[in-house]
Each structure stands twice: as structure tokens, then as C-alpha cells.
């Protein structure tokens, strides 16, 4: 009963070790254009290298620990749970500080876009806003007290629902459009468009 639990528990770490690879590959492209979009080389992309080699690791782990329970190799078990503890220590560490990291670029960058305006960095913001849903570091309010002028503020189309009647359907000669600041400090219903 013991050896039918464990081979199940490690085919599940071989599923899991699948996934990260899975993830790694699918997650390759995001983080390619994150770092176009910063403008560094700070490693992100390689992130997704670092996930498909630790998933082959933990399927070969899994792989291990399976021929270790079929076999009662007490020496393949006692590798197995080991390298299988460090490995899950280090993924958590490593995804925690890595999460963090990535947060706290991005918003310094989202924000340092929504001052400057540069042409190449509104087509990144705009790409990544589309992908990921979203507008702005925290949402559209960072586009509205980063560019207003006077009563009138610019906040990129890609921050509007695709079936919205609040978003002006207007756009100006860039990818911005206009939006009424006063609509929202009236507590006016002319923002429910925005993400």
C-alpha cells in the first residue's frame, strides 16, 4: 500500500515537473517582452530556461523516486526525498524573491512610461495592457494623475473594455484618447469603461 502511495506521489511531482516545463515554454515570449519593454537584459527571459530545467530535474527526481519505491531501494528513496526537499525549498525562495522583484520593475517602469510618453514604450505599455488585461501599475488612475492637463487627461485606448459606452470611441492622432478628470472627481459613472 505504502509503494502504490509513493509511486502515485511521484507521479504526480513528474506531472508537476511537466507543468514547470510547460510554463518555462509558454512563459518564454512574456518575459522577452517585458524585458523590450524595460529596456534591460536583467535575466527575466532566462527565467523561463531556469523553469524548463528545474521541471526536467523534478520529473527525473520523480522518475528516480518511482524506480526507488518499485525497486525498495533505500538508497534511490533517501536521494530521492533529499534532492526532492532542496529542489522545493529553492523553488519557493526563488519564486517569492522573484515575484517581488519583477512587481516592483514593472510599476517603477509602468509609472516612469506614463510621464515620459516616448513612442516606442507606448506601444510596449499598450501590447502588455492588452495581454494582461490591465491599465496602468495599479490601474487607470496612474494615467490620470501622471498626464493631466488642465480638466482633460490622456489614458491609453487599451485601458477601455472592448464593449464599453463610458470610453470615448474617438481616438486622436496617438493611441490616447480623451477622458473628463472632473467625471471622476463628481463621482460621475463616466469611468465604469476603464479597467
Known amino acids: 500500500m505504502v509503494k502504490f502511495f509513493f509511486i502515485l506521489l511521484n507521479t504526480l511531482f513528474w506531472v508537476s515537473g511537466l507543468a514547470l516545463v510547460l510554463v518555462g515554454a509558454m512563459s518564454r515570449p512574456t518575459y522577452t517582452e517585458i524585458e523590450s519593454f524595460t529596456h534591460t537584459s536583467q ?14 530535474i523534478v520529473s527525473l527526481l520523480a522518475f528516480l ?20 526537499m532542496l529542489i522545493l525549498s529553492l523553488q519557493i525562495v526563488s519564486g517569492s524573491v522573484f515575484r517581488n522583484k519583477v512587481e516592483r520593475r514593472i510599476t517603477l517602469k509602468v509609472n516612469e512610461v ?51 459606452v463610458a470610453c470615448v470611441k474617438v481616438v486622436t492622432t496617438d493611441i490616447y484618447q480623451r477622458v473628463n478628470v472632473n467625471q471622476h472627481r463628481e463621482g460621475r ?7
Not at 43 to 54: A, D, F, K
Not at 65 to 79: E, R, Y
Request: with cysteine; net charge negative; hydrophobic share 40%.
Open 65 to 84: 523516486g518511482s524506480i526507488g519505491a518499485w525497486s525498495d531501494s533505500h538508497l534511490l528513496l533517501g536521494l530521492f526525498t533529499h534532492f526532492l
Open 189 to 195: 459613472e463616466g469611468y465604469k469603461g476603464l479597467r
Open 114 to 164: 506614463t510621464v515620459q510618453h516616448s513612442p516606442r514604450d507606448k506601444v510596449a505599455i499598450v501590447d502588455l495592457q492588452h495581454a494582461f488585461r490591465c491599465c496602468g501599475a495599479e490601474n487607470y488612475t496612474d494615467w490620470l494623475l501622471q498626464s493631466s492637463h488642465g480638466n482633460i487627461s490622456f489614458v491609453p485606448h487599451s485601458c477601455c473594455h472592448v464593449d464599453s
Open 43 to 56: 535575466g527575466m527571459s532566462h527565467t523561463s530556461i531556469l523553469l524548463i530545467v528545474v521541471g526536467i
